[in-house]
């Protein structure tokens, strides 16, 4: 069951053909996925309610896979092939490791291609393999969230990264079975997020402090488009290094001055997070620090405690910010925006300083966490083709419904009015008789629901089609309605190759009111329509049912039946088709149902000779181990 | 008979409304088309038309242009979560048959 979505006005999807597309944030230390839902950017979760995946995967000595929080667990157990962080060695060679934190904690095979590879349990991984690996489990978060299938997905990359980066960042898609829509640069995104790509001109300056780097971009919107001017950081400089600023303070306050034991560090960062977090919030906190075995420490801390520990870090950010202006050649009087971006935003000196510094007020109202991936998200539904894109490009749409004749008189809807073109829309038909051998298309204009009552633009043949039973052949109709307004409908029966087709230029001789009394007529007679289409459906399904039982009754009807019985059937088929000439939808109904009824011995009598032939000659239990071994499931080399 | 929603779908709808930030109210229509004939379609409403009937129920209006309305009489708006999958679904009195997937039906 699908679950619905609301759209855009005019921009409702054709059923099955929801297009979702997902906006990916891979990070270095965790990496989040999210899409629009009814138009709101939403950080998709999974099974636990987490949205924020551990960017950490292992691997097993059974070749097993385990990514995020679960891979976590295996960190201090099995370091060497709990691999994080690699997002660092993307698009890297061998050159680039030595020094790196990477090539302090993990062993390297450095032989087993031209990519540094990690030397885990289940052999080398490279660091595309690893962001693979992550990837996959984000898809397939995002396809148990959506009901269709995806489209694709736009992943974000640091404004920094090269082309060698990009490209692997690309392939760790195609290897998770991931199309990418496009890479877009992380502040870009964020950018996005605020909407401050309304504005065709104006420079905007993203700050993005996370766990462990920091990133500062300056970006121009220039022809609907973000171009980096200028980027700066310190790949070590974040919110653990003010957890480590607070446990000094912390052990200042408490007098301590030996080593803390490695339990009593963990312990001492934890309460140092929440000192952070709860100081974002509050002014003061009282705090209860468990140092070692017997000695504890309490008591109160307040913000401006907590500001003088942290003071020198957030004063390092700018020292980068300021090289960012002058490379980019910018003065802080011409900046439109400052976008926050990353957890250690949230703290209130990060965001007075930067305010100070580039004097404004700082965007902090989406979260800073998820502000990259929502972004993304936003341009992935951009580019699935989801909202029209009015800003750039006029678009024309088709004043009225272009559709097909199908049986019965009825007008089947194949693009429906206010479509934006150009468009492509194909729907499958099939035979309605035994042996048809050639399809009339009859393309019609309109909003009602009778042909008769639309507007006759064209009529086509598609012949030569293969003789078989009715509804085995399938014709795939494509209605084309190019940028210029013409319409080209062609048909297509799949086996035979068999082609047809004819140009048609639907608005032409159409006037404004004409159009407009078209859609009148169809809002005036809308319930008689629905009466006529019901009526409309119910003959064609009665005519299914004559000409099932005709051809039946051809074939074998002398064999099964007496003449008594065969009499009573030709009489309820007589009824049946006299109802149909009338206009009585529920003495059709009705009559139908008696000829299926009285018919339904008839069938039976076949059905059982059919499974007769195709046991005759063969001992009962041989045909019972027939039946049993077409149930087993087939091996591939059977 | 008129058209309604549940709380949840409501308090959604209010939701999305407002993050969009503009919008008169929601649009629930009905399109011949799909896989049994007829589909749903749930779209924001930027404007009423002449031929629309608007239905105000938890404050928010819900406008049925008059063709859809043959279809979607006394239909009821529910909000639904499957798994992590979540969206909006038809409860339509009028519905005979549907192909499984809820998006087309016939009546």
């Given at each position: 069951m699908a679950?619905l979505?609301?759209?855009?006005p ?7 053909q929801?297009?979702?597309a997902v906006?990916?944030?891979l ?7 999210a899409t629009l839902?009814s138009g709101?950017?939403t950080?998709l979760?999974n099974?636990a ?6 960017s950490?995967?292992h ?8 990514v995020?929080h ?7 157990t099995?370091?060497m092939s ?15 490791l030595?020094?790196t934190w990477?090539s302090?904690h993990?062993?390297f095979d450095l032989t087993s291609?031209?990519?540094p590879?990690?030397?885990?349990n289940?052999?080398p ?9 992550l990837?996959k489990e984000?898809k ?6 959506v009901s269709?299938e995806?489209?694709?997905a736009v992943?974000?990359?640091p404004?920094?990264f090269?082309?060698?980066q990009?490209q692997a ?7 998770a079975?991931?199309?990418?829509l ?11 997020a ?7 001109s104006g ?16 970006l121009?919107?220039q022809?609907?488009?973000?171009e980096?001017?200028a980027t700066?950081g310190?790949?070590a400089l974040g919110?653990?290094d003010?957890d ?9 306050l408490a007098s301590?001055s030996?080593e803390?034991?490695s ?6 960062l ?5 000192v ?5 919030e509050q002014?003061s906190v009282s705090?209860d620090w468990h ?10 801390i307040?913000?401006?405690q907590l500001n003088n520990?942290?003071?020198a870090?957030?004063d390092?950010?700018?020292t980068?910010?300021?090289r960012?202006l002058r490379d980019?050649?910018?003065e802080?009087?011409?900046i439109r925006a400052?976008v926050m971006?990353?957890?250690s935003t949230?703290?209130p000196?990060v965001r007075d ?5 580039f004097?404004?007020?700082v965007?902090?109202s989406?979260?800073p966490?998820e502000?990259v991936?929502?972004?993304?998200a936003i341009q992935a ?6 909202k029209?894109?009015?800003d750039?490009l006029l678009l024309?749409?088709?004043?009225l ?7 019965g008189?009825?007008?089947?809807k194949?693009?429906?009015r206010n479509?934006t073109i ?6 499958e038909?099939?035979?309605y008789k ?6 009339a298309l009859h ?5 009602r629901?009778l042909?008769?009552?639309c507007?006759?633009?064209a ?5 030569g ?6 509804g085995?052949?399938r ?5 084309q309605?190019?940028?210029d307004g013409?319409?080209t ?5 799949k086996?035979s ?5 004819i140009d048609v230029k639907p608005s032409?001789?159409?006037?404004d009111?004409?159009i407009?009394s ?7 007679n809308?319930?008689g329509?629905?009466?006529q289409r019901?009526l409309q459906?119910?003959?064609?399904d009665?005519?299914?049912v004559?000409?099932?039982?005709d051809s039946a009754?051809r ?5 099964h039946l007496s003449?008594e019985?065969r009499?009573?059937i ?7 088709k006299?109802?149909v000439?009338g ?6 109904k ?7 009824k009285g018919?339904?011995n008839f ?8 499974v007769?032939?195709?046991m005759?000659g ?5 045909v019972?181990?027939q ?5 087993k ?5 059977d | ?7 949840s779908a409501?308090a959604?709808?209010?939701?999305h ?5 503009k ?6 229509a009905?399109r011949?088309?799909?896989?049994s004939g007829?589909a749903y379609v749930?779209e924001?409403?930027?404007?009423v ?5 608007v239905?105000e129920d ?6 049925v242009?008059k063709?859809?309305?043959?279809y979607l009489?006394?239909?009821e ?5 499957e798994?992590?999958n979540?969206?909006f679904?038809?409860r339509n009195?009028?519905?005979k048959d549907?192909c499984?997937?809820?998006?087309s039906?016939t009546i």
């Amino acid at each position: 069951m699908a679950l619905l979505q609301i759209s855009e006005p005019g921009q409702a999807p054709a059923p099955h053909q929801r297009r979702d597309a997902v906006g990916i944030d891979l990070g270095t230390t965790n990496s989040l996925v999210a899409t629009l839902r009814s138009g709101t950017p939403t950080v998709l979760v999974n099974e636990a309610g987490e949205g924020s995946l551990p960017s950490v995967v292992h691997y097993g000595e059974d070749d097993s896979i385990t990514v995020g929080h679960a891979a976590q667990e295996y960190a201090v157990t099995d370091p060497m092939s709990t691999i994080r962080s690699a997002k660092r060695l993307m698009g890297k060679g061998a050159d680039d490791l030595p020094g790196t934190w990477l090539s302090d904690h993990y062993n390297f095979d450095l032989t087993s291609g031209p990519m540094p590879a990690f030397a885990t349990n289940a052999g080398p991984k490279t660091a595309i393999d690893v962001s693979a690996a992550l990837l996959k489990e984000l898809k397939a978060i995002a396809e148990k969230s959506v009901s269709g299938e995806l489209v694709g997905a736009v992943i974000t990359v640091p404004a920094y990264f090269d082309d060698a980066q990009r490209q692997a960042t690309k392939d760790a898609a195609s290897l998770a079975g991931l199309s990418v829509l496009r890479l877009i640069n992380e502040p870009t995104a964020a950018a996005l997020a605020y909407g401050l790509d309304a504005n065709d001109s104006g420079t905007v300056v993203v700050y993005d402090l996370g766990g462990g780097t920091f990133d500062i971009s300056v970006l121009k919107m220039q022809r609907g488009l973000f171009e980096v001017l200028a980027t700066a950081g310190n790949t070590a400089l974040g919110g653990d290094d003010f957890d480590e600023a607070i446990v000094s303070m912390l052990c200042e306050l408490a007098s301590f001055s030996g080593e803390l034991s490695s339990g009593a560090q963990r312990r001492a960062l934890q309460t140092a997070r929440q000192v952070k977090e709860t100081l974002s919030e509050q002014e003061s906190v009282s705090v209860d620090w468990h140092i070692e075995a017997e000695t504890h420490w309490s008591g109160t801390i307040t913000r401006e405690q907590l500001n003088n520990a942290i003071s020198a870090l957030v004063d390092q950010t700018l020292t980068p910010c300021r090289r960012v202006l002058r490379d980019a050649d910018i003065e802080k009087s011409d900046i439109r925006a400052v976008v926050m971006v990353g957890g250690s935003t949230r703290v209130p000196l990060v965001r007075d300083r930067v305010s100070e510094f580039f004097e404004q007020p700082v965007l902090t109202s989406i979260n800073p966490d998820e502000v990259v991936a929502i972004g993304a998200a936003i341009q992935a539904d951009v580019l699935a083709g989801n909202k029209p894109d009015n800003d750039l490009l006029l678009l024309d749409v088709i004043p009225l419904s272009l559709g097909l004749e199908t049986m019965g008189g009825l007008a089947e809807k194949i693009i429906p009015r206010n479509t934006t073109i150009p468009i492509a829309r194909a729907q499958e038909f099939t035979t309605y008789k035994d042996s048809q051998t050639a399809l009339a298309l009859h393309v019609v204009q309109g909003e009602r629901e009778l042909v008769a009552d639309c507007r006759s633009l064209a009529r086509f043949e598609l012949t030569g089609l293969p003789p078989r039973v009715a509804g085995a052949v399938r014709v795939q109709v494509l209605f084309q309605v190019d940028a210029d307004g013409l319409l080209t409908v062609s048909a297509l029966e799949k086996d035979s190759g068999n082609l047809a087709s004819i140009d048609v230029k639907p608005s032409y001789g159409l006037s404004d009111g004409e159009i407009e009394s078209m859609l009148q007529a169809s809002m005036d007679n809308a319930a008689g329509d629905m009466q006529q289409r019901l009526l409309q459906e119910q003959k064609v399904d009665a005519q299914r049912v004559i000409e099932a039982i005709d051809s039946a009754l051809r074939a074998d009807g002398d064999i099964h039946l007496s003449s008594e019985e065969r009499a009573a059937i030709d009489e309820l088929i007589d009824n049946l088709k006299n109802s149909v000439k009338g206009d009585d939808s529920a003495a059709i109904k009705l009559a139908q149902e008696s000829l299926e009824k009285g018919s339904s011995n008839f069938v039976e009598r076949r059905m059982n000779a059919s499974v007769k032939h195709l046991m005759a000659g063969q001992h009962v239990d041989a045909v019972a181990a027939q039946l049993e071994e077409s149930e087993k499931p087939q091996d591939a080399n059977d | 008979m008129s058209i309604t929603m549940t709380d949840s779908a409501a308090a959604h709808v209010r939701r999305h409304l407002e993050q969009r930030g503009k919008g008169v109210g929601l649009r629930l229509a009905v399109r011949t088309t799909g896989c049994s004939g007829l589909a749903y379609v749930l779209e924001f409403a930027d404007e009423v038309a002449a031929n629309d009937e608007v239905f105000e129920d938890h404050d928010i209006k819900v406008i049925v242009d008059k063709k859809s309305l043959v279809y979607l009489s006394g239909t009821e708006l529910d909000f639904q979560k499957e798994g992590l999958n979540e969206g909006f679904l038809f409860r339509n009195p009028n519905v005979k048959d549907e192909c499984g997937c809820g998006e087309s039906f016939t009546i």
